[in-house]
């Protein structure tokens, strides 16, 4: 049984997780009501919050479990990247933990976590993972496409691309918030948007392409016509709700057709043979129109396409214990392990 803490952002979560990839119990304490009158995460309460619920989370998920302590073999922490004052409170207690019961303990990067999700399966055992799979992490921090393989011992991780300025969910959520949406925004867009029209012809949002032929994404383009779009054009949710709607599925659409163009090219680039899986996860991979594009795509191209259940596209330690599975064999002695905002 693997423990599995994370910490790194809005969501304090613990997890339990037998060796056959199967889910005992994955627990979240969600700050977003605690955040939300500020419009986005505030550090120094996330790093408070996390201290509060970090500990009877862990003596509940045990209980919930109904394991024993010395079940536990090791204990799997995210250490980067993140907030650093909530990485440090999740690192620090799982150092405590992994010191008192004597176990190793395994340092997570935050993306692989989300990277391995779509493995994991409500019920019983995780899904084989393939000897290799295409990744898109899509969340309100990263945007990124992962060529993985996995040999023995431990994965070999590729970024293809990644985004030059905003992540694709900040974009949801930045925009959201200028029309006066709560937080977090894109379940908000996405719910506006159902109903709507894309029209590109009355809101251009731009395909950015860059002159070195890079396939990195870049949303700020986007972010800055929605924000010019919604004042010209007076979208606000006390507003007219069929202009809203419109402006929501066409904001929406644009983020997606930029998303595709990427992966597309990232495809077109790759050399045969191609991987025969493509994984989708993050916060963003829970929308519904994404996740019915992206079985078209697969299916267009012969792809098996994994996409997270809900409950594993946001934060959760139910994904750090997964892949701290995989990396199991960096296992380290709990005081070696360091907390890093970012990873480079
Ligand atoms: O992975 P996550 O929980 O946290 C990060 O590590 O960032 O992702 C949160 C992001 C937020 O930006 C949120 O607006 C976005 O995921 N998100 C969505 C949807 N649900 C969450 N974006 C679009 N459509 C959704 N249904
Ligand atoms: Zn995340």
Redesign the pocket.
Known sequence: MILGIETS?DETSVALLARDGSVRTNLIASQIERHRPFGGVVPEIASREHLQHLFPLVKRAIADAGVAWEDIEAVAVTSAPGLIGALLVGVAGAQGLAYGLGIPLISVN?LEG?MFSPYLQKEGPSIPLPGRFLSLVI????SSIYDIWMPEGAPLVTMLNRTRDDAI??T??KVAKFIGLPY????Q??KRAQGGTADAKRFPFPLPQFKDDSIDFSYSGVKAAAIRFARANDIRVEGDAALMSDFCATFQDALFAQLFNRLESAWERLEEPRPSEIAIA???A???VLRERIAVWGARRGVVVRLPEKEY???NAAMIAFAGLQREADATDPKRVVARSRIR
């Open positions: 952002c935050h989300h969340s309100g921090g990263h969910g900040e949801f959520d977090p925004g894109g379940p867009i996405e993050g916060g963003v829970a929308n519904g596209c946001t934060d």
